[in-house]
Structure formats: structure tokens, C-alpha cells
Nanobody, 121 residues
């Protein structure tokens, strides 16, 4: 079973930056999609960013131009660089992965435990 462990969540002022990291417990498949979701209180779960082994990337409209997703170590480590953070970015962020190409934030089989990001208003 694949385990995903996130880190890097914190409380930061509006306009600040954070970088989330996600380490995958086992080697990724040659074909894979990895990404980040978030779910703020009283809001629906939202796909934030995803990237696959073919180099395809998707971003939610709400984070385009502010967030950047990237991979390292052959896909065993995933990052989310978040700049110009806003109070509406406050949520737990979940790392996800699956053995497939990205499909517009479609269902993922593997989820991390979540890492909280707070941007006080």
C-alpha cells in the first residue's frame, strides 16, 4: 500500500508563502498522477494542482499564477509552492497519487493524512 506523508503546513500572513512537501513511501509507477486537494470548512473538496509522468499539469482557477506544483526524486517527492497566500487558501491540504495519467482531478486511490495551512484574515 502506498503511503503519502505531507509536511510544510503552517500559519502565515496574507501575502506570504509556504511550500508543502509529500513523500511517497514506495517507488512510483512509470505512469502516475500526483496532486494536491484541499477542503475548507463548509466547502466542497477542491482539486488544487496535479502533475503526471507525461508532464501534464492542471491547476484550480483559484490558484493559477500563485501556486506551482513540482516533483523530485523520480516522483517520490511532490511539492506545492504557494505564493501570495490568501485567507481563502486556509484548509487542510491532502497529497494524492494514483497509477494513471491525470484526468482533471478525477478520483485518486492514495491519500495523505492532510497538512493544515492557515492564512488568518
Amino acid at each position: 500500500q502506498v503511503q503519502l506523508v505531507e509536511s510544510g503546513g503552517d500559519s502565515v500572513e496574507t501575502g506570504g508563502s509556504l511550500r508543502l512537501s509529500c513523500v511517497v513511501s514506495r517507488s512510483t509507477y512509470s505512469k502516475h498522477c500526483m496532486g494536491w486537494f484541499r477542503q475548507a470548512p463548509r466547502k466542497e473538496r477542491e482539486g488544487v494542482a496535479e502533475i503526471d509522468s507525461a508532464g501534464n499539469m492542471n491547476y484550480a482557477d483559484s490558484v493559477k499564477g500563485r501556486f506551482t506544483i513540482s516533483k523530485a526524486n523520480g516522483g517520490n517527492t511532490l511539492y506545492l509552492q504557494m505564493n501570495n497566500l490568501k485567507p481563502e487558501d486556509t484548509a487542510p491540504y491532502y497529497c494524492v497519487s494514483d497509477h494513471k495519467y491525470c484526468e482533471g482531478f478525477a478520483d485518486f486511490r492514495n491519500w495523505g493524512q492532510g497538512n493544515q495551512v492557515n492564512v488568518p484574515s
